[in-house]
């Protein structure tokens, strides 16, 4: 079997995955775009691994939400991740091209994003790696409605469920096939998505070294490292 040998910022960021892995908030990243209008978006989304055999970093997001709509345009589909890791004092800033998997896509990307793997298998196993609470949100009202307080479940206390009046009829009906679509391992909602962030420059910082190190990549150079001035 061939060993792949991973740029250097990819060994870095795996370390830093390992050395801050006791806090939870190390798997969450900043992701920036730009919306239709010029404006910059950002938010927060979890880092659900990376594509193997690449150099992708992947996220799950709901096909509904602001973002995707943001990222459709060939011209505007860009990210910016910044990844700051408290534990090490590590920061990271990769940016590229992001393209989004869905079952209700007409997915246009080929093996140059895919790598080994077909649309249907990264979706299966990036859904399969959900827990039934973090699929439920894909079968419920768009990111944005109006709030529906019949679409969650009654409030629980001290063992206790109430529930309002006007509530009762429909919760256990509703929430109960909502939970039945959800708990099946492998019943995709057609609102998943899966974001693959293909990274072209990566900006690492460490600022517990001293001096502070600064390191630049880019994959036009091979991912070679060029240390500058932080």
Known sequence: MTEILYPLWRQRLARSLHVNRSQVHSKYYQVASVCPNGGPKNRTMVFRGFLSGTQSLLSVTDLRSDKILEWQSDNQSRFEICWYFSGSREQYRLAGKVAVISN???????????????????????????????????????????????????????????????????????????????????EISDNFCVAVFIPYTVDYLNLKSKPQQRCLYDIQDGWNELIVNP
């Open 104 to 186: 209700s896509l007409d997915s246009s990307h080929r093996d140059c994003v895919l790598g080994q793997h077909t649309k249907q298998n990264l979706l299966k196993q990036q859904w399969s790696n959900l827990s039934t609470n973090a699929r439920e949100p894909f079968y419920l009202n768009s990111p944005k409605a109006p709030f529906d307080e019949g679409s969650i479940p009654p409030t629980q206390q001290d063992g206790l469920v109430t529930v309002g009046n006007d509530r009762n009829n429909n919760f256990d009906s509703n929430h109960s096939a909502q939970n039945n679509i959800a708990g099946s391992k492998f």
